[in-house]
T-cell receptor
């Protein structure tokens, strides 16, 4: 079967750096997405990786290793507004998105 | 800001009722999707569409139907609501499968 694994919950301190990991086992691979979802709101797009390596976008970076079935989202200079769930999703060989259950990130002052 | 809208935002209905959840987007996207999401859980694909007159079933489609008569409009109908349908329903659209999806604000449905 197809599977996306993320930690359920993580806690970090304002101003610090946090890395959220995502491992996947899917039938084929056509890219990996990260979305942010605040409680009670819709997901919003953060990043898309299809090639190995690091993509940087402001305070957020996303890394992909296709051979290891692994990605991480790196958040720097954490702010209270970064408290949210972070969803990892993989586009499989049929171009269907397989979603992880998300990682709830709690930021403490 | 995404131009994709869902109505209603909240809905409480009785068991057995027929309901239609509305979704419209003004971005001209061909790809549209309906997802169901329970708190703290992953998104489950209910139905999707690749364009006008195209609809496909996802993992949770057996108790609902969709139509795509116009590019901008993708309504979801539950023929007979049950308490197990209580959930949040999210509509999304994208230009292609491997570009970002824009989500509506969701419909939180409660069936009593």
């Amino acid at each position: 079967g197809q599977n996306i694994d993320q930690p359920t919950e993580m806690t970090a301190t304002e101003g610090a750096i946090v890395q959220i990991n995502c491992t996947y086992q899917t039938s084929g691979f056509n890219g990996l997405f990260w979305y942010q979802q605040h409680a009670g709101e819709a997901p919003t797009f953060l990043s898309y990786n299809v090639l190995d390596g690091l993509e940087e976008k402001g305070r957020f970076s996303s890394f992909l290793s296709r051979s290891k079935g692994y990605s991480y989202l790196l958040l720097k200079e954490l702010q209270m507004k970064d408290s949210a769930s972070y969803l990892c999703a993989v586009l499989d060989s049929n171009y269907q998105l397989i979603w992880g259950a998300g990682t709830k990130l709690i930021i403490k002052p | 800001e995404a131009d994709i809208y869902q109505t209603p935002r909240y809905l409480v209905i009785g068991t057995g009722k027929k309901i239609t959840l509305e979704c419209s987007q003004t971005m001209g996207h061909d790809k549209m999707y309906w997802y169901q999401q329970d708190p703290g859980m992953e998104l489950h694909l209910i139905h999707y569409s690749y364009g006008v007159n195209s609809t496909e079933k996802g993992d949770l489609s057996s108790e609902s139907t969709v139509s795509r008569i116009r590019t901008e409009h993708f309504p979801l109908t539950l023929e007979s609501a049950r308490p197990s349908h209580t959930s949040q329903y999210l509509c999304a659209s994208s230009q292609t499968e491997n570009t970002e999806a824009f989500f509506g604000q969701g419909t939180r449905l409660t069936v009593v």
